[in-house]
């Protein structure tokens, strides 16, 4: 079983819509959490932290939950600048070397 | 904010060539550094960690004699891809961590990556 598994879509979504992706998470003791964003042939930017709480930046919502392992991510309003991979990241615990666990990545693809 | 610079971008050469990637901080200093792997449609993969003044630990199946790390300055970590082959090709990125210490909630910060193709 991968550590990070997330389904790689593609979403194909209208201009303000509402979308979700899941993404799920092997190892119980992982720590710290975190969505990306890529675009084509880019590097991963960091889209948001992912607090135990549920925490919101703008149109994007991310969820957390420890019990059944799995981080969410909420789009609201999606615009086409919103195209591109999004990256579900988990930490594991290691000492004192932070080591970052990427999912495959969910390509969404907004249109007009 | 910080600042990771990853040289060259694109990299085209020929088999059995040895091709070096540099990765620096450019307003922080970065005990250290990660090299990552991504193929086309497939996750980043962490391939070496990268210590300054120390030798880089290697993942699992990641080969340290193909792979040489160096991290000489607290700002620069250098991978040189020896007698690369077609399947070599790849995407590389580099990260730094901003400070040393437990606090998994930095976030690492990356390079532009590096686009490497052999031919």
């Known amino acids: 079983r991968k550590e990070v598994e997330q389904d790689p879509g593609p979403f194909n979504v209208p201009e303000g819509a509402t979308v979700a992706f899941n993404c799920t998470y092997s190892n119980s003791a992982s720590q710290s959490f975190f969505w990306y964003r890529q675009d084509c042939r880019k590097e991963p930017k960091l889209l948001m932290s992912v607090y135990s709480s549920g925490n919101e930046d703008g149109r994007f919502t991310a969820q957390l939950n420890r019990a059944s392992q799995y981080i969410s991510l909420l789009i609201r309003d999606s615009k086409l600048s919103d195209s591109a991979t999004y990256l579900c990241v988990v930490i594991l615990p290691h000492s004192d070397t932070d080591k970052l666990i990427f999912g495959t990545g969910t390509r969404l693809q907004v249109f007009p | 904010g910080a600042v990771v610079s990853q040289h060259p971008s694109r990299v085209i050469c020929k088999s059995g060539t040895s091709v070096k990637i540099e990765c620096r901080s450019l307003?922080?200093?970065?005990?250290?550094m990660f090299w990552y792997r991504q193929f086309p449609k497939q996750s980043l993969m962490l391939m070496a960690t990268s210590n300054e003044g120390s030798k880089a630990t290697y993942e699992q199946g990641v080969e340290k004699d193909k792979f040489l790390i160096n991290h000489a300055s607290l700002t620069l970590s250098t991978l040189t891809v020896t007698s690369a082959h077609p399947e070599d090709s790849s995407f590389y990125i580099c990260?730094?961590?901003?400070?040393?210490?437990?606090?998994?909630?930095?976030?690492?910060?990356f390079g532009d990556g590096t686009r490497l193709s052999i031919l």
């Open positions: 307003d922080f200093q970065a005990t250290t």
């Open positions: 990260s730094a961590r901003k400070r040393p210490g437990l606090y998994s909630n930095q976030p690492q910060h």
